[in-house]
């Protein structure tokens, strides 16, 4: 059977729900501290940390579209307030960019092993290998 052509069940509809809001959260917050980062160490790790949700949030919002659901609204540059007052400082920021990590991969292998549909399967052990490389 061809997993890839099935609707997706209520499990993988709120995994990715979820996926994409808290993912947006998070990459606002992120963006945030980004743009008070004056460690460059922590700042390229901030860096591509922002890349990867950025090319993660392009592969879910297909997944909305191809089934006919509205894509989240999410946050977004509305919520986002950068040059602003700084306040946290580095070491706090690389911190809270660890523990989110660690709550990314619990997510990610939660939905993955509630998803029936292969490419959704795919799509969060991809970014639970992400996830990984971010926390070495």
């Known amino acids: 059977m061809d997993t890839e052509k099935l609707k997706l069940t209520s499990s993988e509809i709120g995994s990715l729900w979820g996926e994409y809001v808290n993912g947006t959260a998070i990459d606002v917050i992120n963006r945030y501290m980004d743009s008070t980062i004056e460690d460059e160490a922590i700042k390229n790790v901030f860096d591509e940390d922002l890349k ?57 292998v939660t939905a993955l092993s509630t998803s029936v549909r292969k490419d959704l399967r795919d799509f969060y052990d991809k970014c639970d290998n992400d996830a990984k490389k971010c926390i070495t």
């Not at 993660?56 to 999410?74: D, Y």
């Not at 919520?79 to 709550?103: E, P, R, V």
């Open 52 to 108: 990867t949700f950025e090319k993660q949030k392009k592969k879910i919002i297909p997944f909305f579209e191809s089934e006919g659901f509205p894509v989240p609204i999410g946050f977004n540059e509305s919520d986002l307030n950068l040059g602003k007052q700084k306040l946290f400082s580095d070491a706090f920021c690389l911190n809270y960019l660890h523990i989110m990590t660690l709550h990314g991969l619990l997510g990610h």
